[in-house]
């Protein structure tokens, strides 16, 4: 499932690295999606954040409800909605 899934994706991209776009179209599913990053291990930190802030361009993984160009400039793209977007 999501859940389990979406966090350990993005564990592997932080630690090689790299930057991770998160999209999904409702702001409900964000905010889970943000509370679920912030709380599926109680050993872990994975820092992130919602699309909008001041500091968008900082974050190793960012939560967004579009797929254009990240602001965080990630190269890396998960649809968490599961709809397709062409630009991811």
Do not use: C, K, M
């Amino acid at each position: 499932p999501l859940e389990r899934a979406l966090p350990r994706i993005a564990e592997r991209v932080v630690e090689t690295g790299g930057r991770l776009l998160i999209v999904a179209g409702e702001a409900s599913q964000r905010a889970r999606l943000d509370q679920l990053l912030w709380t599926y291990a109680p050993e872990s930190f994975l820092p992130h954040g919602q699309a909008g802030g001041p500091d968008d361009d900082r974050q190793p993984v960012l939560i967004a409800g579009e797929a254009g160009a990240p602001a965080n400039g990630a190269r890396n793209v998960a649809l968490a909605d599961g709809v397709w977007r062409e630009e991811a």
